[in-house]
């Protein structure tokens, strides 16, 4: 990890993200821990834009009956934190931020999101706050949670090194994404067919590493609010094929909005299992492009061992009723794992016939 020296801070200062990961968790499983834990526990969430923590953070807090509050790290300022003096009496005395503490003394999720957005004196202001629960001489209603969120530099998002003092005072959770867990909030959250088949058959297409210039790249936030634009290009009656790879590729990753256009005018919605394909060959998508898109979804899945429940006279009766060119595409470099589900017959014969044996 990569330490520097920071007088004003007044201690080594740490890049969140700037080290190994080390263990990840989903979304799911952080929601969890933070209403297990956060009435005691500080956390921090660092992940890649556009995963979902903020949504998470809000969904955990309003299962659990708490008012989520929030302050968005690039825009406060120290005195947003610890409030503003005024004198009583002799002394003065500083009032803090009705945001922060509330005329009422009951519990709220106090969520402070872009954390590492956060001037270093805004990130001292926040020390007691995070590891006492306090501002100043006021201590936070009792079971209030405190949860802070933010990206990694690896992540290109203007995000500023943490202090050694702050990153001992919060638990830090790096997330990950999980397609099949993004799947079961979409179809639940009014989120396009089209958009949630694409994802269901192309998992990688729904996180992609953040690109080294700024353009569009697929996340699970960019994939949502494409959804959201062609429901609404397409109630105005604007949504053609045109408007559509307009708002794709000013969204997502330039690969997967090539594909998902594509894709679009053959009714993706409609496709079926990939085991339902192997099972009957006959139901592979007609078009050159959804065909395409189901042989490179099975290679991920072989290549991941992920088809399951497949008889060995099945899968040969599927690879033989292909062509040559499309059986070559999808055995290519997988043939140990077509041969654990029992392909060696069908590949033997592929074998002889590229070759002429």
Request: with cysteine; proline share 8%.
């Amino acid at each position: 990890m990569s330490q520097i020296n920071n007088a004003q801070a007044g201690s080594f200062m740490t890049a969140p993200g700037d080290s190994a990961l080390g263990e990840t968790i989903t979304l799911r499983e952080a929601k969890k821990l933070i209403q297990c834990m956060a009435d005691e526990q500080s956390f921090l969430l660092l992940s890649p834009p556009g995963v979902g923590k903020s949504e998470m953070v809000y969904q955990a807090a309003a299962e659990a009956g708490l008012p989520c509050r929030s302050l968005l790290g690039t825009q406060i300022a120290p005195e947003d934190v610890s409030g503003i003096p005024r004198i009583v009496g002799e002394r003065s005395v500083f009032c803090p931020p009705r945001i922060l503490l509330p005329e009422t003394p009951e519990p709220f999720c106090l969520f402070l999101d872009e954390l590492p957005a956060c001037a270093p004196d805004v990130q001292k202001a926040l020390y007691s706050l995070l590891l006492e629960r306090r501002l100043g001489e006021h201590a936070l209603p009792k079971g209030t949670w405190v949860v802070a969120a933010g990206n990694r530099v690896q992540d290109r998002a203007l995000v500023r090194s943490l202090s050694s003092a702050l990153v001992n005072r919060v638990t830090i959770l790096n997330l990950r994404v999980e397609a099949a867990e993004w799947i079961t909030w979409a179809k639940s959250n009014g989120v396009r067919k089209d958009v949630v088949a694409f994802v269901s058959y192309m998992p990688d297409a729904l996180m992609r590493p953040v690109p080294a210039e700024p353009q569009p790249f697929s996340t699970p936030r960019a994939w949502t609010l494409l959804s959201h634009a062609l429901d609404k290009a397409d109630a105005s009656g604007m949504l053609n094929r045109e408007i559509r790879r307009a708002l794709a590729f000013g969204r997502v990753s330039p690969e997967d909005a090539a594909v998902f256009c594509a894709l679009a005018e053959e009714t993706i919605e409609q496709m079926h299992p990939l085991a339902h394909y192997i099972r009957n060959p006959d139901a592979l998508p007609k078009g050159d492009a959804a065909r395409w898109f189901v042989l490179n979804s099975m290679r991920q899945h072989v290549r991941e061992a992920a088809l399951k429940g497949l008889t060995p006279r099945t899968v040969n009766k599927f690879l033989k009723s292909l062509s040559t060119e499309q059986q070559l595409t999808l055995v290519g470099d997988l043939v140990p794992q077509w041969s654990a589900l029992g392909a060696d017959p069908a590949m033997l014969e592929l074998l002889k016939k590229v070759t002429k044996i």
